[in-house]
């Protein structure tokens, strides 16, 4: 939708929830933000419950939040408060992006961003260091669809390839090697996805099948699914898995491939939250807690997984990153690039994203600023993960494996 950008300076202050004139806001609710970086300025998030009063809304503030991010191409949100303009209810959603503070207009009543205006404001952002080392090593497992650092040894990744799961380590002698330690075909076809489980790795076969191998590649068990299958994760003790099928969401007993429940409906990707609840995502975007909350993104989902007990998905239109019962708070895009995005990496105050077969591209992760492109990043990548704690493992269509040495943090 298009929007008018207008020249207005919102103070400061009036973010936190001091009024400049009797109810000239409801109210604004905040949560601290997980600090990044010591100079980060303090970013402050806007729980998604409806203001009432002389404020009535059609539209929740999370959904408000979502839609001015996506307006503005990304962007870390930092307050949000309802105002009354001209007669009806409207939303003022300030944001980071990059080196600026911004203030979009949301009607309360439609959701349309009918404003985006720069507040005027610097934020204070540190030098991002560039990338170290690159080491690089052929993995001869033909086409790579995905790569998952291991849960047991943070030198290790499990790879999804054409005929199973390989097995790929960060080695340091002389120099840093890229060593590819095996390769388990499990007679399944091709693994879409992995997800690593203490001593081995669960997969997902384009063909419906779910597996579980112990580290020695052996087969522990492996059952037909009952749909296609879009997406797989472990509960945060590695007891469970949810896969998520055309059918539904349907919950493995890790331990022994025994389906263990369902939820109905088709679902196109699923995780567990820190609680042991599950998160769900729709093909529309839709994300749901069943029972719990509902948050609307209108998006298509890539991949979807909880990190630090933040929801994070990958998909059209970039990387969000989630409260559960809440709402969007940050949003990672190219920008002037339509860009979907099927894996991605947040360490410290990085983000990395992967456009399958195509890019890797750096954000910071406090103010969502684009950084770029990551330089030396060899052709086709398909999927990245974070390995041996610094560096950023990218598996590659043509089944190159490369590495980049991410710098070590000032103390």
Known sequence: MPYSVMCVVVTQSSWLGIAQEPNQFAGTVVLSSRTADAAEVEMREVSARRPGGDFPVAVDAGLAADRALREAGGGRLAGVRVVRESGRAVYLVQFARGSWLCTATVDAGTGEVTAIADDGVKVPISAVPPLGALVTAPSGFGTIWEVRAAAGDPAVAYVATGAGVGVVRLRRGLAWTLVVEDHHRTG??????????????????????????????????????????????????????????????????????????????????????????????????????????????????????????????????????????????????????????????????????????????????????????????????????????????????????SAHQLPTPAR
Request: negative net charge; hydrophobic residues 45%.
């Open 188 to 401: 399944c076809g091709a693994t879409r996805q992995v997800v690593p489980l203490p001593g081995g790795v669960a997969g997902i076969t384009a063909g419906g099948w779910l597996f579980r191998l112990d580290e020695a590649g052996r087969m522990r068990w492996q059952t037909r699914l009952p749909a296609a299958a879009s997406g797989l994760a472990a509960d945060p003790v590695g007891e469970r898995l949810v896969i998520a099928t055309n059918a539904g969401a349907v919950e493995i007993d890790a331990a022994t491939g025994a389906a263990v429940g369902v939820v109905p409906g088709s679902v196109r990707a699923a995780a567990y939250l820190p609680d042991g609840d599950l998160v769900l995502a729709g093909h529309c975007g839709l994300l749901t807690v069943p029972g719990r909350w509902s948050c609307p993104t209108g998006e298509y989902p890539e991949r979807m997984w909880v990190q630090d007990g933040r929801i994070y998905v990958a998909g059209v239109g970039g990387l969000k990153e989630i409260l559960a019962g809440e709402g969007v708070v940050g949003r990672w895009s190219v920008p002037g690039a339509e860009v979907v995005v099927e894996s991605a990496v947040v360490t410290g105050d990085r983000v990395f994203t992967c456009a399958s077969g195509s890019r890797v591209d750096e954000h910071t992760y406090a103010t969502a600023g684009y950084t770029g492109p990551v330089d030396g990043m060899p052709d086709g990548p398909e999927s990245i993960t974070l390995i041996g704690g610094s560096w950023l493992l990218a598996a590659h269509r043509c089944g190159l494996l």
